[in-house]
Each structure stands twice: as structure tokens, then as C-alpha cells.
């Protein structure tokens, strides 16, 4: 029986390298799989999911207007697919959620999201909300904080490396710009 899978957490916990485990599992015993991530994203190249440690593989984009479950409906008719991968799912627009809901429920092809729970204000992006709601199976991909305790919040840096509080709730970047914290330790420099 298919599900719906949402693995969350914050930046730098490893959640694209997981997708690209998960889906080379599959791949080493015969099954394909589809790989997609959000067309805004492209700092492991265009079209491409990259991990920190060197790894990365193609995939299909999806931008906000994207109807999924008509894209998955094109890839049935290629080929079998055994599940489709989705990478900054936390980019996905609730609509979106409910066609990759679809997928699970009318074709039983699994769906895994993988991205971010909520941004550098503490607050949940539209997507993950949307599948933290909907989701069959939840998991938390755990990182840590520079004090050793869970990290749940990232922080956005400016330019003079301060926290920043206010900003579009999407800006994408990696080490340079954002740094996962524990709760503590983002109230502390963001002054909430």
C-alpha cells in the first residue's frame, strides 16, 4: 500500500543525501524511480538534486503552477514507476500536496518529500504545512546546533553575518546564509 512520506527538518541535516540513498535502493533492485525538486532551486546546477557530501543526480523541476499528479500520470505512461522522490518539498504549494496525495491514492505509486518544516522566522512554509497535515508518515531528520542539542530553527544571515528578522519568506542559499540552531540559541540571536 503506498503512502505519502514527509521527512522535515532543518538545513544541513541530510535530507537530500537520504533522498538519493532511498532512491538508488531502488534503483539497485530493477525499480524506477522519478526524482523532482523545485525549479527555484538550483545550487546543485539546473535541474539537479545535490547532497554536501558530493552526490547528486537529474531530476524533473516543478514550479508553483506544476500539476503533479498530470506529471506522474505522463511518467505511468512511459514506464512503471516505484516511487517518486521529492526534494524542497517545503516549496510545494498546498494544491500540489494534494495532487502528489493523489498520486499515492488513485495510481498506489509512493511519494517521499523531503525539505525544510518551517523558515528562518520560525514559521512553517506552505508546503510543509500542507504535508505535515496530510502526510501518512512523518520522520524528523535530526541535526545539531553548535551547542550539541537538537537543532529545530535556522537562522538567516545578512550580510554582516546577523540574524536577520524580516525578509521574503524564500531565499534560497546554503552555509553562507543560513545556520540551523536549537531553539535556545535562535531566540537568542533573533531576539524573539
Known sequence: MAK???HYSTMNAGKSTLLLQASHNYNERGMA???LTARLDDRAGPARIGSRIGIGAEASTYATDDDLFALALGWRAEEDTACIFVDEAQFLTEAQVWQLARI???LDVPVMCYGLRVDFRGRLFPGSAALLAWADEMREVRTICHCGRKA???VRRGPDGRALR???????????TYS???RRHW??????
Open 4 to 6: 505519502l512520506h514527509f
Open 33 to 35: 524511480t522519478r526524482l
Open 104 to 106: 499515492v491514492d488513485d
Open 152 to 154: 529545530t530553527m535556522v
Open 166 to 176: 524580516e525578509g521574503a519568506q524564500v531565499q534560497v542559499g546554503g552555509n553562507e
Open 180 to 182: 540551523s540552531l536549537c
Open 187 to 192: 531566540r537568542a540571536e533573533t531576539g524573539q
